[in-house]
């Protein structure tokens, strides 16, 4: 069997730019506190589903970013979180799972893992809590100190905002509390060839109680054994272009990973969406892209690594090759 060099991305959000520039090392500290733990265990060996999960808990647990502790609440007060999971290689079908608008646990991916191997691959609602009983998940309150004034400040305000902080830009709240991002996603080629997504979210903010986010389905996270996306941004944009799966159906088809990506923000771009995406190719690209002013996304590919916090606003796509 063919030995591959490990490749992995992982972003914690897309969105206008930061009113305050020193949140960039905040963000980047903490996208590398996952970025290199997660390269150790995909170079000594780990499989790509493997990484993708344990890249998410760990994004999970930062309570910077808009999943799992540090979610967005919902204007009922109340955080529900989704994530997804899909893994392919060319011995395997790709197999999606995910939960969606789940309260009360810790690391929503664990959850979609789970799943995988489940006959019903996809839970909702009191479903999914029901799950999380059943597999004992330890009750967790992911509501931080930060989300709970920007939710205050949001409540006062009817909810004018149509996201939380960075993910579209809502009103800068005070400098202490203005590290929110968003969704966090995975992407990783393991030394086999098998490619894993994995997407987890508390949603866009203050949105009505039932509605679903694109990440716990294929728009926000999708692979097959020609490649991986997570999408990021404002969820119905994604859902509109069905982006992840766009993506990698266009390299599934025979487009570089760099033509898939461009053809696909230039469709949002001039459908004024607002969202980003990474990706890996079965030849080993990694790619990420967005039409927002930033994209929160840091790669590795097996020697170095590097982001594109700094990326220059507006809709750009790059790729660095296998
Ligand atoms: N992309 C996350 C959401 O809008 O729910």
């Given at each position: 069997m063919t030995t591959h060099t490990p490749k992995l991305i992982i972003h914690?959000?897309?969105?206008?730019?930061?009113?305050?520039?020193?949140?960039?090392?905040?963000?980047?500290?903490?996208?590398?506190?996952?970025?290199?733990?997660?390269?150790?265990?995909?170079?000594?060996?780990?499989s790509s589903l493997d990484a993708v999960v344990m890249g998410c808990r760990l994004l999970e647990d930062d309570p910077i970013f808009n999943a799992g502790t540090g979610s967005a609440i919902q204007s009922d007060g109340i955080v529900r979180m989704s994530a997804a999971l899909m893994q392919a290689s060319k011995q395997r079908s790709p197999t999606f799972s995910g939960v969606i608008n789940v309260e009360q646990v810790r690391h929503p991916i664990d959850m979609a893992a789970f799943l995988q191997s489940d006959r019903d691959r996809v839970l909702a609602g009191n479903g999914a809590s029901l799950l999380a009983r059943e597999l004992n998940l330890e009750l967790h309150d992911p509501i931080v100190e930060r989300r709970l004034i920007e939710w205050l400040r949001e409540r006062g305000l009817d909810f004018a905002a149509d996201a939380v902080d960075v993910v579209a830009g809502a009103p800068t709240p005070e400098p202490e509390h203005e590290h929110g991002t968003g969704t966090i996603g995975v992407v990783a080629l393991d030394s086999s060839g098998a490619i894993a997504a994995g997407t987890s979210t508390g949603?866009?903010?203050?949105?009505?109680?039932?509605?679903?986010?694109?990440?716990?389905?294929?728009?926000?996270?999708y692979a097959t054994e020609f490649a991986g996306v997570s999408s990021t941004g404002i969820g119905e944009d994604i859902l509109d272009a069905c982006l992840s799966a766009r993506v990698v159906v266009r390299v599934s088809d025979g487009f570089s990973l760099h033509d898939a990506l461009e053809k696909s923000m230039r469709e949002s771009q001039a459908r004024e969406h607002m969202l980003g995406a990474i990706a890996i190719s079965h030849d080993g690209c990694i790619g990420w892209a967005k039409t927002s002013d930033i994209l929160l996304a840091a790669y590795h590919d097996g020697t170095t690594y590097a982001d594109t916090i700094d990326l220059p606003h507006g809709t750009i796509t790059q790729v660095h090759e296998g």
């Open positions: 914690g959000g897309a969105g206008r730019a930061f009113a305050d520039p020193s949140r960039a090392e905040i963000v980047r500290a903490s996208l590398n506190r996952a970025l290199l733990p997660v390269m150790d265990e995909l170079l000594a060996g780990a949603g866009r903010g203050f949105e009505r109680v039932g509605r679903v986010s694109d990440s716990a389905t294929p728009a926000g996270n």
